[in-house]
């Protein structure tokens, strides 16, 4: 069965830190790979994507993500984080066929003067 | 930008009454969604549409169901609200093609008392 694994539910960083926040799934078919953040009491919007192509996938608000075959991961990346990123992440990912995503569990991101 | 409109931020209900939440998107497109979010379980789906008087089960069907009449709208029915339904629920569309990312509208915090 598919299945995506978030493996930190929370990570702490301060303001200007680097973060990586990690994602690993289970497959042994082609995936579509995506990135969602969640800002307080608001919905879910796309920070990124990877259908196919370069392996190293750029987003808004200064994040990417590089898609790892080999290691079955999509880690996100941001060199330099603010106090505004604060959020919650969610991986997700979907199988060939139809647009059914598959959510990991969520990384709450927060981010300290 | 695509608007997805859910009509109630927050709702309380009390248990056995009939709830309906309603969804509506502007930019026409072809598939819908309804998720729950619940702490540490990330987004589950519950139904979702791929057109107009179809529906597919998601993960979590079971107390649900969903209607869609018209295009812009996907309705989430509790047939008979239970405590267990008490979450945050999410509705989402997208076009049909595997490439698109899905939006979301702002959630309908659901309490059932």
């Known amino acids: 069965a598919q299945s995506v694994t978030q493996l930190d539910s929370q990570v702490p960083v301060f303001e200007e830190a680097p973060v990586e926040l990690r994602c690993n799934y289970s497959?042994?078919?082609?995936?579509?790979l995506f990135w969602y953040v969640q800002y307080p009491n608001q919905g879910l919007q796309l920070l990124l994507k990877?259908?196919?192509?370069?392996?190293l996938v750029k987003g808004i608000n200064g994040f990417e993500a590089e898609f790892n075959k080999s290691q079955t991961s999509f880690h996100l990346r941001k060199p330099s984080v603010h106090i505004s990123d604060t959020a919650e992440y969610f991986c997700?990912?979907?199988?060939?066929?139809?647009?059914?995503?598959?959510f990991g569990t969520g990384t709450r991101l927060l981010v300290s003067p | 930008d695509v608007k997805v409109t859910q009509s109630s931020r927050y709702l309380v209900k009390r248990t056995g009454e009939k709830v309906f939440l309603e969804c509506v998107q502007d930019?026409?497109?072809?598939?819908m969604f309804w998720y729950r979010q619940d702490p540490g379980l990330g987004l589950r789906l519950i139904y979702f549409?791929?057109?107009?008087?179809?529906?597919e089960k998601g993960d979590i069907p079971e107390g649900y169901s969903v209607s869609r009449e018209k295009k812009e709208r996907f309705s989430l029915i509790l047939e008979s609200a239970s405590t267990n339904q008490t979450s945050m629920y999410l509705c989402?569309?997208?076009?049909?093609?595997?490439?698109?990312?899905?939006?979301f509208g702002d959630g309908t915090r659901l309490s059932i008392l």
């Open positions: 989402a569309s997208s076009l049909r093609s595997l490439d698109q990312p899905q939006h």
């Open positions: 549409s791929y057109d107009v008087k179809m529906k």
């Open positions: 930019m026409d497109h072809e598939n």
């Open positions: 997700a990912v979907i199988l060939g066929g139809f647009q059914k995503l598959v």
């Open positions: 497959s042994s078919v082609s995936v579509y």
């Open positions: 990877y259908l196919s192509g370069s392996t």
